[in-house]
């Protein structure tokens, strides 16, 4: 499918595959980029730590690369805060994840805050999940790779003030957003889903690494996840405005059976997704 503007598709979307057939059937579907959870995509990953070896990982990238894809998204999402100090499984992962991230070429290693919504509690962010976050940022600063948190409405980062604070009190340049426009959606307001998106790229667009692509519907106080054009978000007035200030990242399309990909990306040309969707040349960034 030829289109106006580069996009990613969530492999594990795609099925559970080997690297090989994964990134062939990828790369068909026209994408130029993916957000790979090894351990949800790739048969023979599981999601212990040790699974995603240093030889694991090279086959993996040697298998993108083949297809002619970059791994934008490393995704490990995983609660940071899972099992206390006494049994830190979760990062332990992430680690890995960020250990395997140079090898694999991938532009970032994502994960969300899960937990409570903070906001509830009368906090910004728990200093807790702060606390461990650091850790793995310096980490990734030793490393030269990135790491980006996805702001959840539900979750301990609740919006765009939450994950502004985060980016302020981190001070890394290894630290960055991947930006869900639904996943910041009050379901109690589901009016003003255009000002929580927008509220992140007005406040730090160039922290914004990746997007993902998706739409909703509202569904008796909840919303239903749908694909690109199907819902309710006003993505031609988010990517004008979010281009006027400057945004461009990867976008990546999920939640879309590959049967509904072509009417999405359809959508999402006539409404200038190009205004945002980032450009890389060919070599591996």
């Not at 080997?18 to 957000?35: C, F, I, N, Y």
């Not at 086959?59 to 490990?76: D, H, P, Q, T």
């Not at 290693?109 to 962010?125: D, L, P």
């Amino acid at each position: 499918m030829s289109l106006g503007f580069p996009f990613g598709l969530r492999a594990h979307d795609y099925g559970r595959r080997s690297p090989e057939g994964l990134a062939s059937l990828l790369a068909a579907a026209g994408a130029s980029h993916a957000q790979l959870a090894p351990a949800k995509a790739l048969l023979g990953i599981d999601a212990a730590a040790g699974s995603l070896s240093p030889a694991a990982a090279a086959g993996i990238a040697a298998a993108f690369e083949a297809s002619g894809l970059r791994i934008s998204v490393l995704g490990c999402y995983v609660d940071l805060l899972e099992g206390g100090d006494e049994e830190p499984k979760a990062r332990e992962r992430f680690l890995e994840a960020l250990e395997r991230a140079g090898a694999l070429g991938a532009g970032c290693v994502a994960t969300e805050s899960f937990g409570m919504r903070a906001a509830s509690r009368g906090e910004a962010y728990p200093l807790a999940f702060l606390k461990a976050l650091e850790a793995l940022v310096r980490r990734a600063e030793e490393l030269a790779v990135n790491i980006a948190v996805e702001p959840v409405y539900s979750h301990r980062i609740t919006d765009a003030r939450a994950m502004a604070g985060v980016l302020a009190d981190m001070g890394s340049e290894r630290l960055y957003c991947l930006l869900d426009p639904v996943n910041l959606i009050d379901p109690g307001q589901p009016d003003r889903a255009l000002e929580g998106a927008l509220r992140c790229v007005e406040l730090f667009p160039d922290r914004i690494k990746a997007m993902h692509v998706k739409d909703y519907l509202p569904a008796r106080g909840k919303l239903s996840i749908v694909p690109p054009g199907s819902g309710h978000f006003p993505y031609g007035a988010f990517f004008k405005r979010a281009s006027a200030l400057g945004l461009s990242c990867d976008l990546i399309i999920e939640d879309c059976a590959p049967e509904a990909l072509g009417a999405g990306l359809r959508f999402l040309e006539g409404v200038g997704a190009a205004l945002v969707a980032a450009r890389y040349s060919s070599e591996r960034i």
